[in-house]
């Protein structure tokens, strides 16, 4: 687990400060839990392809309701990532080196070519070719 404070980001300005809570699970290691709290309130749970998230550290990354990219601040390297809902949105900057060396730790755990070894295709593609 890494727990960081990140920044909603506001007119293009980061300055809404919020706990992200990121989880990875050897169970599922193509998917990392980010849990958003912001100082006064609930948070709430995102499952974000970990690809995605490593690869929005050094490039765009990402369609529709998920994207990041990076960017750069005044203090260093960071990642902006977009979240969007139905007609709800928010973007977040990230600490890049903070984020990518937890996430780097993550494939030592589970490499990209293990991911996929356990998944039982069948169940996996049932639901969406509704067979």
Request: glycine share 10%; aromatic share 12%; hydrophobic share 45%.
């Amino acid at each position: 687990m890494l727990r960081l404070d990140v920044r909603r980001v506001l007119d293009g300005v980061p300055w809404w400060p919020v706990r992200a809570e990121f989880r990875f699970d050897v169970g599922s290691p193509m998917v990392v839990s980010v849990t958003l709290t912001p100082w006064h309130g609930a948070g709430v749970t995102w499952r974000i392809g970990r690809d995605l998230l490593y690869q929005g550290l050094y490039a765009e990354s990402g369609e529709g309701d998920v994207q990041a990219w990076p960017m750069r601040s005044e203090e260093g390297d960071t990642a902006w990532l977009l979240l969007e809902s139905g007609s709800n949105g928010a973007v977040f900057e990230l600490p890049a080196p903070l984020l990518g060396s937890w996430l780097e730790a993550t494939y030592e755990r589970v490499s990209v070519e293990e991911e996929t070894a356990d998944l039982d295709w069948d169940v996996f593609l049932d639901g969406p070719l509704d067979r």
